[in-house]
């Protein structure tokens, strides 16, 4: 049997989003500032460009697997 995890968020802890998952998002102020260089289906875009790397970067340390060495 695994043993479960519990996370725990103190007052004075802001939230992260290894403790807590559901409350991950990108800051307002850093959004804000985003928002004035970028239109909102760019927005879009990067975060899901991130989320997709952030997908292929778990399924490779899940299973092993390195990233190439040469691109080219």
Known sequence: MLPSIRFVRTENQPPRSLQDPLNACVAPPIW?????????????AIVL?????NFFNRINVTTRQQAPQNWG
């Open 32 to 44: 804000d500032k985003a928002a004035k260089h970028f239109t909102e289906p760019e927005l879009a």
């Open 49 to 53: 460009w991130i989320a997709t790397s």
